[in-house]
């Protein structure tokens, strides 16, 4: 274990934040590590109540202000102090004092420690916690990262991949920019996501309620959210349902064809004819996720992925297969539509096991 700490850039993006910003960069200069190598990065968004000014009456050595005009946005706004950074490590925090300054001593100990390329302020490892949010807030926040964990597999093994108190290594944000879009509030998952990071630790912090100013969470927010992890995703929910799509019509169209060919495959074994239909889906879905929805995520042998593929939809296979039979049989429904209800029904269920179970990694090619 090295005494030795990293240095570090603290980065502040801020918009309207003309009360706090003093007494940030006061608690900054109580907590970092006297013996750590550091700056300060204020990256202000030309903000009318003043806090670029405010933040250039405090400059000293240690103090850069950077005013962006014409450009908005908190993840643009940590990018650019990133480029603007002159340290190997840069830690993100946020002006409003929510992220505490004294956590920073864990953290940068936890980078010299272990030299991780990521780490992460946790509000939901032990030791973490939030103080002063409602029932909703918490609700809200834990349901985003479910959402995260679902369509981004570098987010799986995180607690707090949402968080915005962290520290990276600016080597591997300089070395993938340009795959960097950064939008939205949630830059930490557009560096999970697109930077490849090979080492992220967490460690705990209380978040703390606003000293000053209002939250920007609001409904555009979450908007911006929803849609930057989709295009993070590369939009594979709406490829997946394309393709699902394009299913429907591959085992409607065999199971018509039995149905031409061998009528008693749907009239009195109906049980046999769905079987053949939905393994010819099966196997249509399989070639055209391979080939577009997961395309970026081809681990291993295609052979295993194929039969792992039957094992991991398997739930959903079996949701579709009894929901026809029980429609077709139980409510003397038309063996079309039975199908078509099933298919719907096995749906959601098909593209959790796809996402979770089979496709669940980035390629390694």
Request: glycine share 6%.
């Amino acid at each position: 274990m090295t005494n030795q700490f990293v240095n570090v850039s603290i980065v502040v993006p801020t918009y309207n934040e003309v009360e706090n910003i003093s007494l940030l960069l006061s608690e900054i200069w109580k907590n970092v590590p006297k013996d750590m190598e550091f700056e300060v990065i204020i990256v202000d968004d030309n903000s009318p109540d003043g806090t670029w000014r405010k933040a250039v009456e405090l400059l000293n050595d240690d103090v850069l202000v950077v005013r962006r005009i014409g450009f908005k946005g908190l993840s643009t706004a940590i990018v650019d102090g990133v480029v603007f950074s002159a340290k190997d490590y840069v830690l993100v925090i946020d002006a409003d004092l929510q992220h505490p300054p004294e956590y920073i001593k864990n953290m940068v100990f936890e980078a010299s420690r272990s030299d991780a390329d990521v780490v992460i302020g946790s509000r939901y490892v032990k030791g973490g916690h939030v103080e002063g949010w409602s029932r909703t807030r918490l609700i809200i926040s834990k349901t985003a990262t479910l959402i995260a964990k679902l369509f981004l597999p570098s987010t799986r093994e995180i607690a707090d991949p949402m968080s915005g108190f962290f520290m990276v290594k600016r080597k591997i944000v300089i070395e993938n920019l340009t795959k960097l879009n950064p939008y939205g509030f949630k830059i930490l998952l557009e560096i999970l996501e697109r930077c490849n990071p090979q080492k992220v630790i967490e460690v705990p912090y209380v978040f703390k309620p606003r000293r000053y100013g209002k939250s920007k969470l609001g409904a555009k927010t979450i908007i911006q959210y929803i849609f930057h992890v989709l295009k993070l995703s590369g939009w594979r929910p709406f490829k997946f349902a394309l393709v699902g799509l394009a299913g429907v019509g591959v085992n409607l169209g065999i199971l018509n064809l039995i149905g031409y060919l061998t009528p008693l495959l749907i009239s009195e074994y109906f049980m046999v004819g769905s079987a053949i239909a939905i393994e010819a889906s099966v196997i249509f879905n399989f070639i055209l996720h391979e080939l577009w929805t997961f395309r970026d995520r081809r681990f291993g042998n295609v052979f295993t992925r194929f039969a792992l593929f039957h094992v991991s939809s398997a739930p959903a296979i079996l949701i579709q297969y009894l929901s026809s039979i029980s429609i077709k049989y139980g409510l003397a429904m038309n063996p079309f539509i039975a199908q078509l209800i099933g298919i719907l029904i096995g749906f959601p269920f098909n593209y959790v096991f796809s996402e979770l179970g089979i496709w669940k990694r980035k390629s390694v090619y």
